[in-house]
């Protein structure tokens, strides 16, 4: 077995743990193996242990490796980086997920260029929960607006939620700031049908994220190990 393959199983057992412990089924909770920086060997060790999820940060080294992998159909990439405008049409026509809608243009123009001969691009509404430094993601206090004008986009299917929490080491408050986005999830679900992802949990607060409710956990390092963003040209 790979030290990525060994990885896998570790997490699952720390999902299935955590799911457990709160009494929720793991079947409940998708893992994303976040492959950023990461190579297409790398996703197919993954792939050969069974995970079909993917997560891509930068469009265009997403859009390589789904090309390189395009031989699997049966993997779901999902886009979780910040989006600007100009590189919507490749997230558009590559990506089965966008996480990170954060205001109606850029979800119009994902919309428009949305191929027909593919299914609606699944969306999540990135909130900004906790995190003062960063500019990704609106405030709780807007996303009813936001959510009533993606969810008419015909192209584009609205699926729920996706935060990036402060990092923070204590548990208790990981937790308290999950419970919020597990709130504002649950409010959302109530009014809108096809809303079944709540897209919180990396490799540092998976636990917490499961305790409140989250259905979709985002994990790099702890898979694939430390990235090395030295060797990696962002774009
Ligand atoms: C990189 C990244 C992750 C994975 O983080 P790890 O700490 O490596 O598990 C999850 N979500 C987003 C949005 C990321 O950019």
């Avoid at 720390?14 to 996703?43: F, H, M, N, W, Y």
Wanted: aromatic share 6%; hydrophobic share 45%.
């Amino acid at each position: 077995m790979t030290s990525i393959q060994h990885n896998l199983q570790q997490v699952r057992q720390r999902i299935s743990a955590a799911a457990q412990r709160c009494g929720r089924d793991p079947e409940e909770i998708t893992l994303l193996a976040v492959s950023k920086t990461k190579p297409a060997s790398d996703v197919e060790e993954a792939v050969a242990a069974g995970q079909l999820a993917f997560g891509e940060n930068y469009v265009q080294e997403g859009v390589e490796k789904i090309q390189t992998l395009a031989a699997y159909p049966t993997l779901a990439w999902h886009f979780i980086g910040p989006l600007q405008s100009n590189k919507s049409r490749l997230v558009a026509e590559n990506f089965a997920w966008c996480h990170t809608i954060d205001r109606l243009r850029i979800a119009r123009r994902l919309n428009d260029q949305r191929p027909e001969c593919l299914a609606p691009l699944n969306v999540l509404i990135q909130v900004n929960i906790s995190d003062e430094n960063s500019k990704s993601g609106i405030m709780l206090e807007a996303l009813p607006e936001l959510a009533q004008a993606v969810a008419a986009l015909p192209r584009l299917r609205l699926r729920g939620l996706m935060a990036i929490p402060a990092p923070e080491s204590d548990y208790q408050r990981q937790l308290a700031v999950c419970q919020q986005m597990a709130a504002a999830f649950h409010a959302l679900k109530a009014y809108y049908p096809d809303v079944d992802t709540l897209s919180l949990g990396m490799s540092d607060d998976l636990e917490a994220a499961i305790a409140a409710g989250s259905t979709l956990v985002r994990i790099g390092t702890a898979i694939f190990g430390a990235r090395d963003y030295a060797q990696h040209s962002q774009q």
